[in-house]
């Protein structure tokens, strides 16, 4: 579903912004997991992972024409829309902007649940927070923007994202590492770091890697 | 279910039963029946825990029928949080097994002269009230386990824990899942206190010998329920995602649109909210070898419910809640899912409500009795409740009783019962909701049906000013109707969306009762029974001044979207325009 090259994209423009004289690309950790469960990196999809884009594009533009999500299933499945915090009830009058917060979620129950629905019959009773209509402004500059993924979305397209790649702040990556059971590690097969392999304790102790860089590429590929 | 089962229990010589013909009650149920009961015998001025006020337990319409989802018990009486009329529900076994015995309602009568502890066991041949003081302060776990011993465990039971025994107006009335676990409460309102007051702890229910309810037209009946049972599979939240995550797949979404009640009301959002989503919650009951997906009573196709086991895969509690783990999570600071599951644990066998207990922690927060966050601290107030200890007795009685004695300005409660899990500064539907509902602050009083349903009294364009207002009316209509039926609510999430799904429902009920009902009877049904609890909310003192939010919501804008609840009191005032 997503578009192949977008990481690669992603990467480039990455250390492009660094401005470093010497370029060098952010940490990339890659994991082998042998679970199939989204569950295992759920909290970092909930919690959302950063992708650079083309900004100032309607959210169909941005999810479906850059990073290559079906209209369908934009339309179709993915019922409950946030950007920056607000309902958004038109995903082609709803414009990301660098520094953008989207959040993706299924339909949602109760009433509270319908309120909050895309284009639903109840969104009046939100207008307060409703996100307004905007314009998309010209011309191709690039930034960040965040992405979460909520209960059904998160299990259907989550993978499609891990297996291609995140950028997630170090930091938040090494707090994610910290508090998991010891059940998610007996599922790891074999973890990377910058394309050496690496022991799990590379992610649990003397983290160099949160330290030096903001954001780290996280790839998981689910056997 | 032609007959209602009455126990007088302060009959001279003890208590007394009597079975009388269903007569001004026929054709309801749940709801339906239990406030038209109330409103017609109950005196609107009598004290709620005095032998006046009555406890009305009633299945709805098609319980103890083969109709999916069918298995939702009303719970009717004065309420002594509130003082107004009250109806909680629960799901669980009871409904049915109470309807395949025949009985439209139960009704505990009088009150007992001296402290004896009763249970009462009904079976189709017999119903039987005895003495028993060895249950006296047993927690609603043991006292299963001990009717399972006396009665076998084909049975099911409803119950009240330590804190209806203690009469706490946080309390609730337990009812076994299929599991026979007292996992399942009509929790609002304080109705455990009643059953309290009554002297009874526990109603055992067997329905071994009898059969399922026959339809009038049974071939009708089983078409229904089959467009019934496919317009919900097919829904994809009754379908799906309810079966996935269980309510709490609210939480991510809530705090994301920032109505997230955090810290006692004072933010929209919590930093804490993944660690105890709804998805996090699934993930983990699933590692542990719990489940994910589970239903409480037999025949529900949505499976919203499941079971957690603790760290070491001991069974703890059925899958909290919304409500629940907002209540003692992020409206406490707590984001420790094993805690808010062992408060959970603790409400329900102690017999508390969960929203009441966790806005009240919460209040008992901001005055200092605990620091917001601290789970443990939160363990040990419940545990004090449990105990009734003069804290626990504070605790225990709500969050308003709690906010006046420790001198708390930020008390989140409508008619003295507290919010639930839904900012209505964000979502001001809502708020219209909580204010004007019979029931006090109640988020399940306004909730959602298929369009055509909602032009009751006139159709108004819900982008007006008073579009909010005539929603919320419109809701609270429907809802009525449906808290009538023994339905559980959660199906109205399809019949919103579905029409064909409505309408499949209103075929069970023709196809049932041999009748010609249209969505405008349906609408009927549920204006009747809000205009008779109105009328007992009346008579019992209350006017347009308790249809309104805590002056907090008007006055400070709730981050991170900085807004107000704006909905004018003269709007508030037509909700009940009709």
Same mark, same amino acid.
């Given at each position: 579903?997503?578009?192949?090259?977008?990481?690669?994209?992603?990467?480039?423009?990455?250390?492009?912004?660094?401005?470093?004289?010497?370029?060098?690309?952010?940490?990339?950790?890659?994991?082998?997991?042998?679970?199939?469960?989204?569950?295992?990196?759920?909290?970092?999809?909930?919690?959302?992972?950063?992708?650079?884009?083309?900004?100032?594009?309607?959210?169909?533009?941005? @999810?479906?024409?850059?990073?290559?999500?079906?209209?369908?299933?934009?339309?179709?499945?993915?019922?409950?829309?946030?950007?920056?915090?607000?309902?958004?009830?038109?995903?082609?009058?709803?414009?990301?902007?660098?520094?953008?917060?989207?959040? @993706?979620?299924?339909?949602?129950?109760?009433?509270?649940?319908?309120?909050?629905?895309?284009?639903?019959?109840?969104?009046?009773?939100?207008?307060?927070?409703?996100?307004?209509?905007?314009?998309?402004?010209?011309?191709?500059?690039?930034?960040?923007?965040?992405?979460?993924?909520?209960?059904?979305?998160?299990?259907?397209?989550?993978?499609?994202?891990?297996?291609?790649?995140?950028?997630?702040?170090?930091?938040? @990556?090494?707090?994610?590492?910290?508090?998991?059971?010891?059940?998610?590690?007996?599922?790891?097969?074999?973890?990377?770091?910058?394309?050496?392999?690496?022991?799990?304790?590379?992610?649990?102790?003397?983290?160099?890697?949160?330290?030096?860089?903001?954001?780290?590429?996280?790839?998981?590929?689910?056997? | 279910?032609?007959?209602?089962?009455?126990?007088?229990?302060?009959?001279?010589?003890?208590?007394?039963?009597?079975?009388?013909?269903?007569?001004?009650?026929?054709?309801?149920?749940?709801?339906?029946?239990?406030?038209?009961?109330?409103?017609?015998?109950?005196?609107?001025?009598? !004290?709620?825990?005095?032998?006046?006020?009555?406890?009305?337990?009633?299945?709805?319409?098609?319980?103890?029928?083969?109709?999916?989802?069918?298995?939702?018990?009303?719970?009717?009486?004065?309420?002594?949080?509130?003082?107004?009329?009250?109806?909680?529900?629960?799901?669980?076994?009871?409904?049915?097994?109470?309807?395949?015995? =025949?009985?439209?309602?139960?009704?505990?009568?009088?009150?007992?002269?001296?402290?004896?502890?009763?249970?009462?066991?009904?079976?189709?041949?017999?119903? *039987?009230? *005895?003495?028993?003081?060895?249950?006296?302060?047993?927690?609603?776990?043991?006292?299963?386990?001990?009717?399972?011993?006396?009665?076998?465990?084909?049975?099911?039971?409803?119950?009240?824990?330590?804190?209806?025994?203690?009469?706490?107006?946080?309390?609730?009335?337990?009812?076994?899942?299929?599991?026979?676990?007292?996992?399942?409460?009509?929790?609002?309102?304080?109705?455990?206190?009643?059953?309290?007051?009554?002297?009874?702890?526990?109603?055992?229910?067997?329905?071994?010998?009898?059969?399922?309810?026959?339809?009038?037209?049974?071939?009708?009946?089983?078409?229904?329920?089959?467009?019934?049972?496919?317009?919900?599979?097919?829904?994809?939240?009754?379908?799906? =995602?309810?079966?996935?995550?269980?309510?709490?797949?609210?939480?991510?979404?809530?705090?994301?649109?920032?109505?997230?009640?955090?810290?006692?009301?004072?933010?929209?959002?919590?930093?804490?909210?993944?660690?105890?989503?709804?998805?996090?919650?699934?993930?983990?009951? $699933?590692?542990?070898?719990?489940?994910?997906?589970?239903?409480?009573?037999?025949?529900?196709?949505?499976?919203?419910?499941?079971?957690?086991?603790?760290?070491?895969?001991?069974?703890?509690?059925?899958?909290?809640?919304?409500?629940?783990?907002?209540?003692?999570?992020?409206?406490?600071?707590?984001?420790?899912?094993?805690?808010?599951?062992?408060?959970?644990?603790?409400?329900?066998?102690?017999?508390?409500?969960?929203?009441?207990?966790?806005?009240?922690?919460?209040?008992?927060?901001?005055?200092?009795?605990?620091?917001?966050?601290?789970?443990?601290?939160?363990?040990?107030?419940?545990?004090?409740?449990?105990?009734?200890?003069?804290?626990?007795?504070?605790?225990?009685?709500?969050?308003?009783?709690?906010?006046?004695?420790?001198?708390?300005?930020?008390?989140?409660?409508?008619?003295?019962?507290?919010?639930?899990?839904?900012?209505?500064?964000?979502?001001?539907?809502?708020?219209?909701?909580?204010?004007?509902?019979?029931?006090?602050?109640?988020?399940?009083?306004?909730?959602?049906?298929?369009?055509?349903?909602?032009?009751?009294?006139?159709?108004?364009?819900?982008?007006?000013?008073?579009?909010?207002?005539?929603?919320?009316?419109?809701?609270?209509?429907?809802?009525?109707?449906?808290? *009538?039926?023994?339905?559980?609510?959660?199906?109205?999430?399809?019949?919103?969306?579905?029409?064909? $799904?409505?309408?499949?429902?209103?075929?069970?009920?023709?196809?049932?009762?041999?009748?010609?009902?249209?969505?405008?009877?349906?609408?009927?049904?549920?204006?009747?029974?809000?205009?008779?609890?109105?009328?007992?909310?009346?008579?019992?003192?209350?006017?347009?001044? !308790?249809?309104?939010?805590?002056?907090?919501?008007?006055?400070?804008?709730?981050?991170? !979207?900085?807004?107000?609840?704006?909905?004018?009191?003269?709007?508030?005032?037509?909700?009940?325009?009709?």
């Amino acid at each position: 579903m997503l578009l192949p090259d977008y990481m690669d994209r992603q990467i480039h423009d990455i250390t492009t912004k660094r401005g470093q004289s010497t370029i060098s690309p952010p940490v990339a950790i890659h994991l082998t997991w042998a679970s199939r469960r989204p569950s295992d990196f759920l909290e970092l999809l909930q919690k959302g992972f950063k992708l650079k884009v083309t900004v100032g594009k309607t959210v169909r533009r941005v @999810l479906c024409d850059q990073l290559g999500m079906s209209n369908e299933y934009l339309d179709g499945r993915i019922n409950t829309i946030f950007l920056d915090g607000k309902p958004v009830d038109d995903v082609d009058s709803a414009v990301i902007r660098d520094g953008s917060t989207l959040a @993706l979620s299924a339909a949602m129950p109760g009433f509270v649940g319908a309120a909050l629905r895309k284009g639903g019959y109840y969104a009046p009773m939100r207008k307060g927070i409703t996100h307004e209509a905007e314009q998309e402004s010209g011309g191709d500059a690039e930034g960040f923007f965040t992405l979460k993924l909520y209960n059904l979305v998160a299990d259907e397209i989550g993978p499609l994202f891990l297996n291609s790649g995140i950028f997630v702040e170090g930091t938040d @990556l090494a707090r994610f590492f910290d508090d998991r059971s010891p059940g998610f590690w007996e599922r790891r097969r074999k973890i990377e770091i910058n394309g050496a392999e690496a022991d799990q304790s590379r992610l649990l102790q003397g983290r160099e890697w949160a330290a030096q860089s903001g954001l780290v590429r996280l790839t998981v590929h689910q056997e | 279910m032609d007959k209602i089962l009455r126990i007088d229990m302060g009959a001279q010589g003890g208590p007394k039963i009597t079975e009388t013909p269903v007569g001004d009650y026929a054709g309801l149920g749940g709801r339906a029946l239990t406030s038209a009961l109330v409103a017609k015998e109950v005196p609107p001025l009598c !004290h709620p825990l005095g032998a006046d006020n009555k406890l009305v337990i009633a299945p709805g319409l098609l319980s103890g029928t083969i109709a999916a989802m069918s298995g939702r018990i009303s719970v009717g009486c004065k309420s002594p949080l509130t003082g107004g009329i009250k109806e909680a529900n629960a799901g669980g076994q009871a409904a049915q097994i109470l309807g395949r015995l =025949g009985y439209a309602a139960i009704v505990l009568e009088g009150k007992p002269s001296d402290n004896t502890l009763y249970k009462i066991a009904i079976n189709k041949d017999d119903v *039987s009230i *005895s003495p028993d003081n060895s249950l006296k302060m047993l927690g609603n776990y043991a006292v299963v386990d001990k009717m399972k011993s006396e009665y076998g465990d084909k049975i099911a039971c409803i119950s009240i824990g330590p804190a209806g025994e203690m009469k706490m107006s946080a309390a609730s009335i337990a009812c076994t899942d299929m599991e026979l676990r007292p996992t399942r409460h009509a929790g609002r309102g304080g109705v455990g206190a009643v059953m309290g007051s009554k002297g009874v702890k526990v109603i055992v229910l067997d329905d071994d010998g009898t059969k399922m309810r026959a339809p009038k037209d049974p071939e009708a009946f089983k078409e229904a329920n089959k467009r019934w049972v496919d317009g919900l599979k097919k829904h994809p939240v009754t379908g799906e =995602g309810l079966a996935a995550y269980g309510t709490n797949v609210l939480t991510n979404i809530l705090n994301e649109a920032g109505g997230y009640p955090t810290k006692n009301f004072m933010w929209g959002r919590f930093d804490g909210c993944s660690k105890i989503s709804g998805e996090t919650e699934a993930a983990t009951e $699933t590692e542990r070898g719990g489940l994910a997906t589970h239903g409480c009573h037999r025949g529900c196709v949505i499976q919203c419910s499941g079971i957690y086991l603790n760290k070491d895969g001991q069974y703890l509690t059925k899958q909290p809640e919304y409500e629940t783990v907002w209540a003692h999570g992020g409206n406490c600071g707590i984001d420790d899912l094993d805690a808010i599951a062992m408060l959970d644990r603790l409400d329900d066998d102690y017999g508390l409500d969960t929203i009441e207990m966790g806005a009240t922690i919460a209040v008992a927060m901001e005055a200092g009795v605990a620091k917001f966050g601290d789970a443990e601290a939160a363990i040990n107030l419940v545990h004090e409740v449990g105990k009734g200890t003069h804290l626990g007795r504070i605790l225990g009685n709500g969050a308003a009783v709690t906010g006046k004695a420790f001198g708390v300005e930020r008390v989140p409660v409508v008619k003295n019962q507290a919010l639930p899990a839904y900012d209505p500064r964000g979502v001001q539907g809502i708020g219209v909701t909580y204010a004007t509902s019979t029931m006090g602050a109640d988020h399940t009083a306004g909730y959602a049906v298929a369009t055509n349903i909602l032009k009751v009294g006139g159709f108004v364009d819900p982008l007006m000013p008073e579009g909010q207002v005539d929603l919320s009316r419109n809701l609270q209509i429907a809802t009525a109707a449906i808290d *009538s039926t023994g339905m559980c609510l959660f199906i109205a999430f399809a019949v919103l969306d579905q029409p064909e $799904t409505f309408q499949a429902l209103i075929d069970l009920l023709n196809s049932f009762y041999g009748l010609s009902l249209t969505a405008d009877d349906v609408a009927a049904l549920g204006k009747s029974v809000l205009k008779s609890e109105r009328q007992f909310n009346e008579k019992a003192g209350f006017t347009s001044a !308790h249809d309104r939010l805590p002056a907090f919501f008007k006055n400070e804008s709730l981050p991170p !979207h900085n807004v107000k609840f704006t909905v004018k009191d003269e709007d508030l005032d037509t909700v009940f325009n009709w």
